[in-house]
């Protein structure tokens, strides 16, 4: 099916591991032009050189921190020069400190929402000139199933990842005038480093080695399994598409059913 993202720029933020790089792959594989972001420049090599024996396309990169306002500017007029004019945008980030609400001072509050929230806000505001210029644009904000039903031990992703679904809510009725699409996706246990260092957490606390531990979470996920990066980017590819032209403010989970609220 023919998607319509080929020589479209998007570009994918924290893609050297994980979702990122899932997403950054299916993007380049539906030849579209993509601008990779992460902290760590060998990494960030790595994914560049794998989309390149996988699809035969050349992806750019930026290595900088998605907390400082000037990385991402920079990022931004890098994209431009490179490829032209953006068309989309994938807002995604590790999350914040497990914990619970007594082990955080003041100072763990502004990082996570410097990390969470902010760095998101930065980089759409960077990159809707181009897209309000164009009259298109497509923005995903990856979140995590917490939008939906809170996480144990998680209260800093919980509370700024909610502040991320009233943004795009909010911006999907300011946006629409400009053909711009804006969403929430929210993975659920989808095999990445961050869900196996939680899973280690979790193990601990419940006094079970971690493959036990991962085979209990298994049997709550109708599915019966883990979803692998992949599968979570083709829905971003889908929702990023020619093929959805009236889907906005809208969030969505990639979870195999765990989640039972609404």
């Given amino acids: 099916m023919e998607l319509g993202l080929k020589d479209k720029t998007v570009?994918?933020?924290?893609?050297?591991?994980?979702?990122?790089?899932?997403?950054?792959i299916e993007f380049a594989r539906e030849g579209a032009n993509v601008m990779l972001f992460a902290r760590r420049e060998d990494k960030l090599q790595e994914v560049q050189q794998q989309i390149k024996q996988l699809t035969g396309r050349k992806a750019e990169y930026m290595a900088g921190d998605i907390t400082k306002a000037t990385d991402i500017e920079t990022l931004v007029s890098r994209t431009i020069s490179a490829f032209g004019p953006v068309y989309a945008l994938i807002n995604n980030t590790g999350g914040p400190?497990?914990?619970?609400f007594d082990k955080f001072a003041d100072e763990d509050w502004y990082s996570a929402f410097d990390l969470t929230l902010l760095s998101y806000i930065r980089a759409i505001r960077a990159v809707l000139p181009s897209m309000q210029e164009q009259k298109a644009g497509r923005i995903i904000n990856i979140t995590s199933s917490s939008v939906k039903i809170v996480l144990d031990n998680l209260i800093l992703s919980n509370t700024f990842r909610m502040g991320i679904v009233g943004l795009t809510k909010s911006l999907s009725t300011e946006l629409g005038q400009y053909n711009i699409l804006i969403n929430v996706l929210g993975?659920?246990?989808?095999?990445?480093?961050?869900?196996?260092?939680?899973?280690?957490?979790?193990?601990?606390?419940?006094g079970l080695?971690?493959?036990?531990?991962?085979?209990?979470?298994?049997?709550?996920?109708?599915?019966?399994?883990?979803?692998?990066?992949?599968?979570?980017?083709?829905?971003?590819?889908f929702l990023c598409s020619d093929?959805?032209?009236?889907i906005t403010g809208q969030t969505l989970l990639v979870d195999g059913g765990l989640v039972k609220a609404y």
């Fill in 97 to 100: 400190p497990a914990g619970t």
């Fill in 187 to 206: 993975p659920g246990k989808i095999l990445t480093d961050r869900v196996e260092h939680l899973d280690t957490i979790r193990s601990q606390r419940a």
């Fill in 11 to 24: 570009i994918v933020m924290a893609s050297s591991d994980g979702i990122g790089k899932g997403t950054a």
């Fill in 243 to 246: 093929a959805n032209t009236y």
């Fill in 209 to 237: 080695p971690k493959d036990e531990f991962q085979k209990k979470v298994k049997q709550t996920i109708p599915l019966g399994r883990y979803g692998d990066p992949d599968e979570f980017a083709r829905l971003v590819i």
